[in-house]
């Protein structure tokens, strides 16, 4: 058995999960050059939400956080991780803005690109697949993992060759809302190595508590490389702890090669950071706990917050556990799809409004239409025909790959945005963050023509957090 390789989370899922993607460029900069000599297969440091977060919150370009970051690691791969058809985005955008966000990537220094779709559409991946292709990254195509009456592990092991048949170098088995069992991670890795040739990958979220256990049980199973957080950013809504997993594995015939002594530097490095961000608020101590109701409810963390807020502010914070009943039934009616980014948000509302409105889809959501309109793409499972008309009325179900519906929309982006463009890159921000970049590019015009940052961002009612 081959040694197990780890990829370091801290610098983007690690902080997406416990404090909203807050860590900013200049805190991750002083360690690089450290985390760069201690033997990770790669570390995951761009896509997800740090795109967003970068202009939105921290007055950030998401391409030079990348392009500095790639100038301090110079053995170790970078990764991200890129939704599809949908980007970094929440609307499936059309091939060219696709491929040029692509190109731009791995030109600006991403070596692996995790890709998956919401709905394990295969469709929805294939021109994300290709470009990366074509670029000379390394395409690590995602199975969303998740519980349901077609969740076998030959639905999981018929998808991942599938996927590694479209282009794929390597597989990732990805457990967004910690919902996989360690027995059942056993049987699932087991069963993809067996259908498969290529390297798995497993990321996992401590939410539920079983995550290192599950990442051990993989282990044994075989898999290559899994997804772990120094631990002053681990457990809780994030992965398990960097150093554990490398503790755990010492000395036996999976031994990651990673010296304890060698990470201590970066635990030392990030431990205030931890301090500075509790201190703050950033850092809540509830998304640090154990959540056994993502397993009785099959829900994300993130989503289940999501939840409370809405009943709140409806005035409806009592009817938690008939949501977090009804979430369950809500999924079926809609083909099972995998709770993650953009569904379970989707999934989620429509709950809650079934709930306070006391009628089953009373008010549907526009969202709830699209995806049983199929403009998501196809559900695990085929909707119920009648369910169909009960929410889309007389309206034909989109077929076919929803993007191929899309025209060419990058020169169209280019001559909106051409006023503010400083470098290329500028449009697929633009492209995938129309009003958030713009009031970005004027913070950094600002900025270039001597307003000072609080200038800037009083003149703009931006502030950083």
Known sequence: MAKVKITETVLRDSHQSLIATRMTTEEMLPILEAMDGIGYHSLEAWGGATFDACMRF???????????IRDKVKKTKLQMLFRGQNILGYRHYSDDVVQYFVQKS????????????????????????????????HVQAAVSYTTGPVYTLEYFSEYAKQLEEMGADSIC???MAGLLKPYDAYDLVKAIKETVNIPIQLHTHYTSGLASMTLLKAVEAGVDVIDTAISPMAMGTSQPPTESMVAALQGTEYDTGIRLSELDAITRYFTPLR???????????????VDVNALIYQVPGGMLSNLMSQLAQAGKSDQLTAVLEEVPRVRADVGYPPLVTPSSQIVGTQAVFNVIMGERYKTVTKEFKGIVRGEYGKTP????PAFVKKIIGDEKPITYRPADALKPELEQLRSEIAPYLEQDEDVLSYALFPEVSKKFFEYRKAKKYGLDAEHADAALGVHAI
């Open 381 to 384: 499972v085929p909707i119920d």
């Open 173 to 175: 088995i990805k457990d």
């Open 58 to 68: 921290l007055n950030e370009d998401p391409w030079e956080r990348l392009r500095k």
């Open 275 to 289: 301090e500075k961000y509790l201190a703050s608020g950033l850092l809540n101590p509830k998304a640090l706990k």
């Open 106 to 137: 791995v030109a600006n220094g991403i070596d692996i690109i995790r890709i998956f779709d919401a709905l394990n559409d295969p469709r929805n991946l294939k021109t994300a697949i290709d470009a990366t292709k074509k670029e000379g990254g």
